[in-house]
């Protein structure tokens, strides 16, 4: 019986969540879910300089309005938290050591200033720098500073399977004795990720292939500590439309950046997720479609092209599906973001429902309904077109037919609008355009009869009131 599936996400906090990490840690959890195994999240912040608090909230507030919750931690107890680096030092030690006394490590006194020096040479030369292995036989003096390197095997090569990309194979030519602990205990990557893979039992390690390098060296890591080497699936890059890195100037690459732009966590799932993994011509999948069908057999092993205009449509065909009431709730803190105070009110679902078909995102959505919760702002082009003088009777007679009216519904309102152009003998749309801009002070909205039923019988006449006075009325 094989063992229970494990795997773990594990960005630098030295910056937001960004998509390509997002794509990693949906994958590694669609695994675990699918398979009924484990999800680890581990923060990897040994680089000091760099991290920072505010960025591992940032991935955290990120994971967790994606949905993609872990299932471990060490406040154990609670809300598990994710393992932090800087909190296990004394754990990488014991691994150096270990290797230090199987022979399987060194300690290495050469200078930094050495060091530097042998590279700038090696490039002058144009060759690779491989650390000639200056301290290897030297013996153990922990009073000098020293960092600790790991002793390389002889090898000609070493070839590992990828579960993306098939075989990899890495000369042995290219590889060396690389610094697995510096001077002052912190491990480098290598070394700290191997440790805390074999720690936390991790038996497959899905990340982007911008690790595919340090593969070799870890395999070789795993073998010297003597654990079993995990599977390895290594993730192809995302593009932007230029074929070059996915950056900041093809849009916006932070998962917090669509939130705050009124993506549904939905959506941006079920597009980071087709980046490479596809199920049969399926486009939309829910969460629960994506954790029963995924697999790393259908993950593409070329790089994939964002497209910003393909996850507005995922967005929108995902706004669309939402249940009327649910979407209003979503649209909650966009609306007050926006300084409208909709809480509570009752029309709320029947706005979002108008606006669903229409709206791309739900800053979309408040945007374009502020007119139900806010005065006016009459659009210029708008008010110039429709709002002349010859709309004015066109408005009275609607306004007149409003006020008439015993009780305010669609079928009512239809035939007054019919009625009035008729009379005129104009078309309905000669009618109903001047009607809309001045109830919303614009040209594009939801049917007139749902601008006015939404908006109510009195704020209707005063907002005619005051298009009347626009055109002379």
Known sequence: MSAPVRVRFAPSPTGY???????????????????????ILRIEDTDQERSTEDAVRAILDGMR????????????????????????????????????????AYACYCSKEDLDAQRELAKAEKRQFIYPGTCRDLAYDPSRRHVIRFRLPKLL???????????????????QDEVIVRADGVPLYNFGAVVDDVTMEINLVARGDDHVNNTAVQVLLYEALGYPVPAFAHLPMILGADKTRLSKRHGATSVTAYR?????????????????????????????????????????????????????????????????????????????????????DPRLPDVAKA?????????????????????????????????????????????DGIAASAALDAAGLEKLFHDVAAARSLGLGKVAQPVRVALTGGTASPGIYDVILLLGREESLARLDAGLKLAGG
């Not at 994958?27 to 484990?38: D, M, P, V």
């Not at 994710?82 to 230090?100: D, H, N, T, W």
């Not at 990309?165 to 030519?173: E, F, L, N, W, Y």
């Open 157 to 175: 090569e070493l070839t590992f399977t990828d579960l993306v990309k098939g075989a990899i194979t890495r000369p042995g030519s290219t590889l």
């Open 355 to 399: 606006y669903q078909e229409r709206a791309k995102t739900l800053v979309d959505l408040v945007s374009q309904s502020r007119c139900y919760f806010a005065p006016v702002e009459m659009d210029p082009k708008a008010q110039e077109k429709f709002l002349g003088s010859d709309a004015a009777p066109i408005l009275q007679a609607i306004r």
């Open 65 to 104: 309005w994606l949905g993609l919750d872990w299932d471990e931690g060490p406040d154990v107890g609670g809300p598990f938290g994710p393992y932090f680096q800087m909190q296990r030092l004394g754990l990488y030690k014991e691994y150096a050591e270990k290797l230090v006394k199987a022979g399987k």
């Open 260 to 344: 705050d732009m009124g993506f549904l966590p939905e959506a941006v799932v079920n597009y980071l997720v087709r980046l490479g993994w596809s199920h049969g011509d399926q486009e939309i999948f829910t969460m629960g479609e994506l954790v029963k069908h995924f697999g790393f057999d259908h993950v593409g092993a070329t790089a994939s092209v964002f497209n910003p205009e393909k996850m507005v449509w995922v967005n929108q065909t995902w706004v669309k599906s939402l249940p009327p009431a649910e979407l209003a709730r979503r649209a909650l803190p966009y609306y007050r973001a926006a300084g409208l105070e909709v809480e509570g």
């Open 17 to 39: 969540l960004h998509i390509g990490g997002a794509r990693a840690a949906l994958l590694n959890w669609l695994w675990a879910r699918h398979t009924g195994g484990k999800f």
